[in-house]
Each structure stands twice: as C-alpha cells, then as structure tokens.
C-alpha cells in the first residue's frame, strides 16, 4: 500500500500534474489507478474533496463477471457468483461498497456516487496480470473456458458502461 500522510496526497499531485502536462502538450493524458481497494476518492474530481485521477481498476466486476460465467468461488470470489450480484455490480460500479467481505473479514470499499462519477472512469476487464498471476498454473481464461464462455465474458465487459480494458494478447487467445 502506498503510505502517505502529506496534506496534498502523492497520487492527488500525479493526477494534478498530469492534467498540467495534457494542457501543455495539447492533447489528453491519462492516469490510471491500479487498486482493489474500492475507494471512489482516488476518481473524484478534487473541487469534490477527490485526487482526480482519471480511472481505476474495478476488480469487482472482473469478479463479478467471471464467476458468473466460470462457476469459480473460491479464495477473492467467494462473495461473487449469483447473476444478482452480476447485476448490481454492473449497475453500480462496486459490489463492496461498505459491505462485508467474507475473504477479507471485514467490510469493504465505499459508495460509489455514479450520479456524479462518471462510468467511464472504471475500468473493466476480463482478466489482468493479478487474475492471470494469482492462478496456481498461471493460465488464461482462453485456456480453462469455453469459447461461448469467453464470449459472453467479452460481451459484458464491451457492453458495460465502464471503460473496457484488454490484456496483452487476449484479443486472440494468447496462451502465455
């Protein structure tokens, strides 16, 4: 975790300087948080107490989603599977929002506001580096899922109204 007790925190200044930085170059920039921590300060616009930065990793509707569609539950999953929390999660950017956590024993995550946060600032994915790595074999979902599978798994990610993240090679099944 990244410790810092400043005032003005490390990430608030990174998303304040890439801002500048877009504005000097012309062009957009963006600055992605890669965290589970469902914390909806790090997307909040900074005149709303927020850093700014411009998106985050969602890892509950990757969870959401592959669960639904691979059956998995065990270990970060348990508290995903249902269609019903495939749904809320779609509907409401976090499932721990506040909640409990049965894999961390405790609750987790905050409120989302998406009334006042746009969608487009979580990513959504069907599986990351952490997914692939946390794997004991390490492998893909092209290696364990069906291609119907990995097609309804790329149709709700795709058709979501979170920003769509690909992984290297995922686009034609890589297997390493």
């Known amino acids: 975790a990244l410790v810092d007790t400043t005032a003005v925190h490390v990430l608030e200044e990174l998303a304040n300087a890439t801002r500048w930085l877009s504005g000097q ?3 957009p ?8 921590r469902n914390d909806p300060r790090l997307i909040t616009r900074p005149s709303h107490g927020g850093y700014g930065i ?4 969602n890892d509950d ?7 639904a569609v691979s059956g998995e539950r065990q270990g970060y999953y348990a508290d995903f599977g249902s269609l019903a929390t495939l749904a809320y999660t779609l509907r409401n950017g976090y499932f721990h929002a506040g909640t409990y956590s049965s894999f961390r024993r405790r609750r987790h995550g905050r409120a989302l506001d998406t009334s006042a946060i746009p969608a487009t600032r979580l990513l959504a994915y069907t599986c990351t580096h952490d997914q692939v790595g946390n ?3 390490g492998d893909r ?5 069906t291609g119907g599978q990995l097609a309804i798994k790329a149709a709700l990610t795709l058709g979501s109204p979170y920003t769509a993240m690909l992984f290297m090679g995922e686009e034609w099944g890589a297997s390493s």
């Open 25 to 27: 170059l012309g062009r």
């Open 135 to 137: 794997r004991a074999l």
């Open 61 to 67: 509707i990757h969870h959401a989603i592959h669960t």
């Open 29 to 36: 920039l963006s600055l992605i948080a890669e965290t589970d």
């Open 141 to 145: 979902p092209s290696q364990y899922l």
């Open 54 to 57: 411009t998106a985050q990793w």
